[in-house]
C-alpha cells in the first residue's frame, strides 16, 4: 500500500531541509546558508510509533518573484502540496512572522490539507519566548515549537503529524526494486530522461548548468518492473567548480553511484563524447557497478546512414575501459528507444547479480586453460585448481593457483572474456581476485 506523504514547505531559509535530515534520520538534504539551496522535491522516510510514512523536502517558497528557478521551485513546491497527505509549514523564530510567512500560509489553507505550524530555531529549553506568540496570527492553530538543529520538538511535531494521517492496516510486501543512477556531465538530458519517464515534472529542467544539486530519488512501475530511478547533480571537472553547494552534490553524486544497481552514464550527441563523459563512467566502472551508455539528444543530430556506426566507433574506442557496456541511443524529449533504455538496464541488472554454480565454471576453467595454456616464467608454470564465485553486483571470482606472480593481467583478461562468453554478462563489470593455495 502506498505511504502517506508529508510535505514540509516554507519561505527560503527557515530550516526546513535540517528538519527533513532530523527527522528521516539522515543527512539526505544539503544544508547551507544560501537560501534556494534545495530546489528540487527530496524524499525521505520517516518512522514513528511503528509507523512509517514518506516525507518530502521542497525548495523554499517566494510567492512574488519573476526569478525563474524561484518560479520553478513554487511550482515544485505546488507540486508536493497537491500530493501531500499533511503538510509542515516552517517558520523562522529568530527573523519572525513576515509577510511572506502569511501568503504561504494562506496557500496552504486553500490547498484544503490538514497543517501543522511549526516554529523552528527555538533553541532554548523551557518555555518559548514571547515572540513565539506572534505566529498564533497565522491562523493555522497552535504552533509547535523545534529545534531542527538539536531536535527539540520533533517528537511533539510528529505526533500532531501522524494523528492527521491515515495509515494502511497491512502493508503489500514490495517486490525487487532496481537503483538506477543516472550519471553525467551537466546539460546532458539527466533531468529531462527522468521527466519523460515519469510523465510529469518531477525535476527541474533549465540550460542553466548546475540546476539540479540534489540527487533526487524517483520511483517508477511499468511492464518491465519497479526502478528507483536517481537524478544526480551533473559532474563537472575540479577545476570549474568554485561553488561549496555544488561540491556537496557532487559528493552526493557519487553516493548515489554506491548505492545504485545499474548506472546510466548519459551522454550529450550534440557535443560528442568529451573527456569529462569517461572520467564520470570511470566512477561507476570504478565502483563496480553496471553500466549503460546512453547517447541522448539523438533527435537533434544531423544524420546519414554511417553517423551511428561511427559514433559507435568513437564510443568503443573512449570507453574502451568498460566494453562490456551495451550502448542506447535516446531521445529524453521524444522519448524515442526509452523502451530499449528499460531492456537494458533490466538486463545489466540480472547480469550483475548472476550466481553460477562451482561445478559450471570450474567445467569452464579447464575448457580455456586446455585451449590456452597457462603461462610460464624461467620454466614455472602457472596452475589454476579451482576457481569459486564469490560474490555478486558485480560478479566476483577468485581463482587459486600455485603462484600468484606468474598470473598474469592479460590471462586473465583471457579468463574473463571467456567467463563472458559462456555466461553473457553484459552490461556489468567483472572481478577477479587471484589467490594461492592456502592463503585465506
Request: hydrophobic share 40%; with cysteine; proline share 3%.
Amino acid at each position: 500500500m502506498t505511504k502517506p506523504v508529508i510535505a514540509i514547505v516554507g519561505r527560503p531559509n527557515v530550516g526546513k531541509s535540517t528538519l527533513f535530515n532530523k527527522l528521516i534520520g539522515q543527512r539526505l538534504s544539503i544544508v547551507d546558508d544560501t537560501p534556494g539551496v534545495t530546489r528540487d522535491r527530496i524524499y525521505g522516510e520517516v518512522e514513528w510509533c511503528g509507523k512509517s510514512a514518506m516525507v518530502v523536502d521542497t525548495g523554499g517558497i517566494e510567492p512574488k518573484s519573476d526569478d525563474i528557478i524561484l518560479m520553478q521551485m513554487r511550482r515544485q513546491a505546488q507540486l508536493a502540496i497537491d500530493t501531500a497527505s499533511a503538510i509542515i509549514l516552517v517558520t523562522d523564530l529568530k527573523s519572525g512572522l513576515v509577510a511572506t510567512d502569511a501568503e504561504v500560509a494562506q496557500m496552504l489553507q486553500k490547498s484544503g490539507k490538514p497543517v501543522v505550524l511549526c516554529v523552528n530555531k527555538c533553541d532554548s529549553v523551557g518555555e518559548p519566548p514571547m515572540e513565539f506568540y506572534e505566529f498564533y496570527n497565522l491562523g493555522l492553530g497552535e504552533p509547535v515549537a523545534v529545534s531542527a538543529v538539536h531536535g527539540h520538538g520533533s517528537g511533539d511535531l510528529l505526533d500532531r503529524v501522524f494523528s492527521c494521517l491515515e495509515f494502511a492496516e497491512a502493508d503489500e510486501a514490495d517486490d525487487a526494486v532496481i537503483n538506477v543512477a543516472v550519471i553525467g556531465k551537466p546539460n546532458a538530458g539527466k533531468s529531462s530522461l527522468i521527466n519523460k519517464i515519469t510523465d510529469e515534472e518531477r525535476c527541474i529542467v533549465s540550460d542553466i548548468a548546475g540546476t539540479t544539486r540534489d540527487t533526487i530519488d524517483t520511483l517508477v512501475e511499468n511492464k518491465y518492473g519497479r526502478f528507483n530511478f536517481t537524478d544526480t547533480a551533473g559532474l563537472r571537472r575540479q577545476s570549474r567548480i568554485y561553488d561549496d553547494i555544488e561540491k556537496y552534490s557532487i559528493l552526493r553524486a557519487k553516493m548515489a553511484i554506491e548505492r545504485s544497481d545499474v548506472c546510466v552514464i548519459m551522454i550529450d550527441a550534440t557535443e560528442g563524447v568529451t573527456e569529462q563523459d569517461t572520467k564520470v563512467a570511470g566512477l561507476a566502472h570504478e565502483a563496480g557497478r553496471a553500466c549503460i551508455l546512453a547517447v541522448n539528444k539523438w533527435d537533434a543530430v544531423e544524420k546519414n546512414d554511417k553517423t551511428m556506426q561511427e559514433f559507435k566507433k568513437k564510443l568503443d574506442s573512449d570507453f574502451a575501459f568498460m566494453s562490456y557496456a551495451p550502448q542506447v541511443f535516446i531521445s529524453a524529449k521524444t522519448g524515442q528507444r526509452i523502451d530499449r533504455l528499460f531492456e537494458n538496464i533490466v538486463m545489466c541488472y540480472e547480469n550483475a547479480a548472476l550466481r553460477i554454480r562451482t561445478g559450471m565454471l570450474n567445467e569452464l576453467l579447464a575448457q580455456a586453460t586446455t585451449r590456452v595454456q597457462p603461462p610460464s616464467d624461467k620454466g614455472k608454470r602457472l596452475k589454476i585448481f579451482y576457481m569459486t564465485q564469490a560474490g555478486v553486483k558485480p560478479p566476483t571470482f577468485v581463482f587459486f593457483c600455485n603462484d600468484k606472480e606468474l598470473f598474469h593481467f592479460s590471462y586473465q583478461r583471457y579468463l574473463e572474456n571467456r567467463i563472458r562468453e559462456t555466461f553473457g554478462l553484459e552490461g556489468t563489470p567483472v572481478k577477479i581476485i587471484v589467490r594461492e593455495r592456502g592463503e585465506k
